[in-house]
């Protein structure tokens, strides 16, 4: 096999999972190098969450050629937010379904997933993280269809998490780009 089909089947076999997952990585040694900048104590959370989206990431590369056991660890595929169908159906509104194309329905899903995390990251940079939290896990969870319990708690909590990281660390995530140049 030449070097030119070795690459093709290489560029073939790559998704969106595996930029994204790279990005992931790059962006975590990027922040774990970034936290020498901080005391000791400052810089243990970052390098503990970084540290963990590093081994992680590199894990969930590296699935195809790491031994069976672990394998077996990176490779399960659970749905966290995925109800079963015995508890939630979604409302019918007398059209027939329309089933399409997998392909297709997976890169709608990865666009729009894409789009709501760009969204997320803007709208954090020029509102605040505090602000833009529930917003975006309401659009998330609307989007993706879930009952209206699983909507106002997911949010709700959504709020509450990032409130409770804004008065522990005492950082500013309530504030935005917008807010620094009007105040």
């Given at each position: 096999m030449s070097v030119k089909e070795r690459a093709?089947?290489?560029g073939e076999s790559l998704t969106m999972e595996h930029g994204l997952l790279v990005?992931?990585?790059g962006s975590s040694v990027y922040m774990f190098v970034g936290a020498f900048e901080y005391s000791r104590d400052a810089a243990i959370f970052p390098w503990f969450t970084t540290g963990v989206v590093i081994v992680f990431?590199?894990?969930i590369l590296a699935e195809s050629v790491?031994?069976?056991?672990?394998k077996r660890f990176v490779s399960d595929e659970v749905e966290v937010f995925e109800t079963g169908t015995d508890e939630y159906e979604p409302e019918d509104d007398g059209e027939p379904a329309d089933e399409g194309d997998p392909t297709e329905s997976i890169q709608n899903g990865a666009s729009v997933t894409g789009a709501l995390c760009v969204g997320y990251l803007v709208g954090s940079y020029l509102v605040g993280m505090l602000w833009v939290t529930p917003l975006f896990v309401f659009a998330y969870t609307v989007w993706r269809d879930r009952p209206r319990y699983a909507i106002v708690g997911l949010t709700v909590l959504s709020f509450v998490?990032?409130?409770?990281?804004?008065?522990v660390l005492n950082l500013p995530i309530e504030e935005g780009l917008i807010q620094e140049l009007i105040l």
């Open positions: 093709e089947e290489i990005l992931f990585i990431g590199i894990l790491l031994p069976a056991p672990l998490i990032a409130f409770v990281f804004y008065w």
